[in-house]
């Protein structure tokens, strides 16, 4: 089973796939890289991926690798998280964390790509009449702060189920 790696941090100039291909040339023609570039310039969107054969050498690549200078710039390699349902045709975009609201916990909605609107409200924000309560958009954000990172599901799990554990006793 093939594991795709994240390069962050690359330099957002005209790179070919050849020059990072060359960095990673010593583990093999196992690995195959993909670079991210911008349509209309053809310049490098700043992140590509590594395709490896299996797990163990994910973990060795990311060890040897991240933190490399790769034209004076040190690149970040991690693994790569799932592709979206919004990303099954185009581009592949980095998952980043949301910021968070000063003085709360809750996670401040994202844009999406094709119009900057929320996907859960479609409602215009301009003018006074006629929006959704205060009330509404509380519990909207509420709902929104209850799904944890997909990264950390697993041990955010684990640690629920010790503490309901803890709990009992």
Not at 145 to 152: K, L, Q, S, V
């Amino acid at each position: 089973m093939s594991i795709r790696l994240y390069i962050g941090n690359l330099p957002k100039e005209e790179i070919d796939r050849q020059e990072l291909q060359a960095v990673f040339a010593e583990e093999g023609d196992a690995v195959t890289t993909k670079l991210i570039k911008d349509r209309k310039t053809g310049k490098c969107r700043g992140f590509g991926f590594l395709t490896v054969n299996n797990d163990e050498q994910a973990d060795q690549i990311i060890e040897k690798y991240n933190g490399q200078l790769f034209k004076d710039t040190p690149i970040k390699l991690e693994k790569a998280l799932p592709r979206t349902k919004g990303e099954e045709g185009g581009e592949e975009q980095p998952q980043t964390p949301k910021p968070v609201l000063q003085g709360t916990s809750a996670p401040v909605p994202s844009s999406n790509k094709e119009g900057g609107r929320r996907e859960k409200s479609k409602k215009s924000r301009r003018g006074g009449g006629g929006g959704g309560s205060a009330r509404e958009t509380a519990a909207n954000v509420e709902t929104e702060a209850i799904r944890p990172d997909p990264r950390w599901a697993a041990e955010l799990e684990k640690l629920k189920e010790m503490l309901a554990a803890q709990a009992t006793n």
